[in-house]
């Protein structure tokens, strides 16, 4: 086969699914109507932290329309999305851990029924102590809200260290040392996740599911339910949204899915929106401080950084996100030594997980507006400061993260040439400012949530006699395009147009296994893998086209729906013909693709958090207007630049960024899953605030800025088409950006997510006081800390691994 | 999803069988018109009334009538208000009040009527009834204690109509209708600063209609507080309306929304201004007195003390845009959008 220029990739197109979502016809799970359906309601628990002492479900069981009710007793298996924290029960068997524990289920014939059922479920509880802050969780141990962990109410603490920091910081000519907080946020997708499952013809059990992991989701029924995987179907409906929220498997799926092995009907469930705040995994509240050395050159000597994370009442994915709050700071600025401490606590509210950015957002955060005051102080342009810390290509951090391909100077430069930057910072009038910053994020996790040799994502296609292609991966379409990618990246390779192929997707039963959208891993995983089937099937059409057309297969270009001669393009057959020729030839044709990333080269543990085959990079500069009397904030203008590699569609690109610009600006102005405490001496409740779409606030399209957005496209070696990640790494400088900004239109730091104008208001009063002009949390707490994992740096003649860490416990034990 | 329990719905064709049917039960029974703040509340079980008596196909009540002023139906949706070429042009302040309520889709349904007549607002009590349980439920409703303040003997709830402050600072009327007959009022007397009972409508009355009057000499304007452009309720807002005579004021009411149980009228920041030129510091002095007045709670989004620091601004931002400053500028960054320019 001879190369051509792309007819697909890089041009911006029609995704595939569009016509289906803005005509109405994509049918999500709720859409879902089978004959004979039942209807599923969750009686949720209104105690924060107690001891269930008796269930009466009597009065439930007695409503007419109430085929069954479920309660702990029913699933008694534990399940989590970590292997390391399988602490979740479908329903609670004794014990609540926050408002919203699901505590028994009502399957009626409608919904009125089932949710008026489940108010007649009598629940005595005796209260235990609530735990509503990290602060709470550190001071007592008991009562313990899980058993286990690694005391009290820690859930887990890691401590790594890659050379000697403190000689670094106490050698560096300046050091700055800062506390920044993060509030937690949540995904807020438009649909609320739901569920149907039922027995199919054979008896065995279908579950369909507004689900980003089918995969994972598979694996944790047939643990609580105990059946064998292969006789469970679990087919991803199209997602309305995912942003991390939908990664975990749900209480009420394995709901569900048990009540319909029981009753032999289909039976649904379609959250509140309320339930969805209460499921939530949504961003960690993030208490963090950064030690930084700072050499009279600018270069950063080292860094020392410590996070405290409010992980809520269950495991989730938290100590992965605990890992990741201290991953990546390495990969965009050179530090060449560095130590990482990470606590994550359980509190008595719904739990914590992964959203878009997964814990690395918040230490982003601290970093960047770190940075902005280093650069501040040693009186050098910001951008200029970070242009020359950029970590080089093709290099190996302090923790072992081997960063590949990195775009992040030329992201610098233009968002520094298009916002006018030179002429913008300090030179604004008073009120209006210029932040910038930059971030960096995984092309896929490197390592799969549990342990195995196999391949992250499979791709099957099947050609036949019609000229028709189908594609068949694992991979999820949560509305980030992923469909869209699979069959461009095949209509590429084979010559075709993207609509002569067929995605089939997200199904247990057809698809091979990919691991979910999740860790911005499908372009490049699924990618990968659908490449290398799309060429496998590339090649036996073209074995079988050279044999009857007698032209050397170096020759044949595929593209057009045609196979022809590049030294006589006339020459040629349709694809429809070769297919026939290669069905005449070799029999049915069915080709298969995988991948596998690359071997990390850190062995230490913990050291599974973290790589990737390759990093995004992302650079952006905020305008701000900020009233000086009020605090009143404006964003007029967000400038953002990304490094994708190589965009598949341009058109899917730009859209994820603006849409991380739009999640990022809801993040750093208003957004906050914050919760209620009353007065303890009244009262143990402590309630999420407001759970509703209309009061968690979030930005609407009219707070929406002008946003300009360019794509930097150095292809890397390791993605499809040389493709990079977009779904994620874009959101993260906005939030840093937005308070670097606010303190060069007013001079006063916001250390702490959302930015809002009270916040302005007490800091401008701290700097007229004589204060400090900052807002933002006062200290970090003393936290016992484990002795650090010691890992040499590469320079340092290490080899990846720890020298204090015991030998048979070198097995990563921790992965995302 | 949430769902509405059972009710039976009665669709009214006349205003007499309205008030006919509303007097047979008035404790059970709730009237409907748009039904934006009604349903929800119904799925949220803060409101549990066996029967709706539907407004929607009352045809007097969906009108406007032009005279010596305005009479608007009470059944008007706000979209056709807003669209209304002469209110627009009169009643700016009405207008940049109905602008910024809600969506345009919840626009398309609720009335004026109903958002006057919008049940006072509160963190505690705009909530499941899952949620109200696990806080052992409040004053308002079902519970017995007011979680905004734990000592207080009453409810705290906010009054949060946009339209109620504005009409009141235009001076207008409305009608109440019962089977035994119908009154006319001060729009001001129809309010009682109780979240609780914030109405002074007997419960079996029907809001008809509010008057306006003539907006000769008048100019008027709304500035509202809310974290974004569009959804929210107020969490704070000042509306005026003055008869200028060049700069001088010849009559002015200012009245405050979002910072009680009802909207607050500010007779002391009027009578600073009366008989005067709106001169800036005579401006800032009046926001200053307005501010006064204004015992925010926490009870709605943003920290109290800075909403009622903002009293002052937006008063202040009401009175300068009255004298005919440019305030453009402010209205892109407080409203994120460009309500109308003063006609």
Redesign the interface.
Known sequence: MTGRAPRVIGRPRRRVDARAKVTGQTRFADDIMLPRMLHCRLLRSTQPHAQIVAIDVSKATAVEGVHLVLTGKDLPIPYGILPVSNDEHALCPDKVRFVGDPVAAVVARDEVTAGHAAQQIDVSYEPLRTFASPADSLAHDEPRIHDYGDHGNVHKAVALQFGDVDAAIAGADHVFDDVFFFEGSTHLPIEQHATVALKDPDGKLVVYSSTQTPHYLHRALAKALEMPAAHIRVIATPNGGGFGGKSDPFNHEIVVAKAALLLDRPVKICLSREEVFLCHRGRHPVLMRFRTGVNGDGTIAGMDLQTLLDGGAYGSYGVASTFYTGALQTVTYNIPRYRFRGCRVFTNKPPCGPKRGHGTPQSRFGQEVQLDKVAEHLRVDPAEFRLRIVVPPDSLTANYMRVKTIGLADCIRRVVDRSQWKHKFRKLPVGRGVGLACSSYLSGAGLPIYWNDMPHSGVQLKLDRSGGVTAFCGATEIGQGSDDVLVGLIAEVLGIDPFDVRAVTGDTDLTPVDLGSYSSRVTLMMGNAAIQAAERARDILASAVSDRLGIPSDRLVFADRRVFDSERPEHGLTFQECVCLAEAKFGTIGTVGSYTPPKSPGHYKGGGVGPTPTYSYSASVVEVEVDPQTGWITVPRVWIAHDIGCALNPALVRGQIEGAVYMGLGEALMEEQAFRRLPPRLSGALVHKFPSILEYKSPTSLDMPEIFTDLIEHPDPEGPFGAKEVGQGPLLPIMPAVANAVYDAIGVRVDQIPVTPEKIVRALQAKAAGKAARSGPAAFPDIDWPEPLLVSPPWENGDGRASNENKKSTKVVVRS | ??????FRYRAARTIADAATWLAENPAETMLIAGGTDVLPKMKRRQQTPTTLIGLRAIRELAEIRNGNGFTIGAGVTLSKLLAHPGMRASYSGLFQAIAQIATPHLRNMGTIGGNVCLDTRC?YY??????R????FCLKKDGD?C?VA?SSPQCLAVSSTDTAPMLLALGASVTLVSSAGQRVIPLGELFANDGMHYLTRRPDEILTTITLPSSEGWRSAYWKLR??????FPVAAAASAAKLDGLDVVDIRIVLGAVASRPVECHAAATVLKGQRLTDQRIAEAAAVASEVAKPMDNT???L??RK??VR?LVSHALHEIRGDDMSDRR???A??QLLALA
Do not use: H, N
């Open positions: 999803m949430m769902r509405l329990p059972a963190t705009d909530q499941t009834y899952e949620w349980k696990a806080i052992d204690r979680w734990t974290r974004r452009g569009s959804f929210d989004d943003y920290e003390v800075w620091s903002m601004t892109r960054q407080l994120r959008q």
